[in-house]
């Protein structure tokens, strides 16, 4: 039996690549991201494949 590789994604800062982001909810602009590294916030974001955690 084959196991899934498990195809999680992450989002991730623009500017600092912190995967620190927390999701904010914006009146105006609709949806928005908050770095909690660099306080970067806005609604462009990353979104990139999580890495396979490492086994030890
Ligand atoms: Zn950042």
Known sequence: MRRRPEHKKIKICPQCQSDRLIFEAGLITGQ???????????????????????KK
Not at 32 to 54: R, T, W
């Open 32 to 54: 928005v991201y908050h770095c909690l590294q660099c306080n970067y916030v806005g609604s462009l974001i990353l979104e990139i494949d999580a890495p396979e955690p490492l």
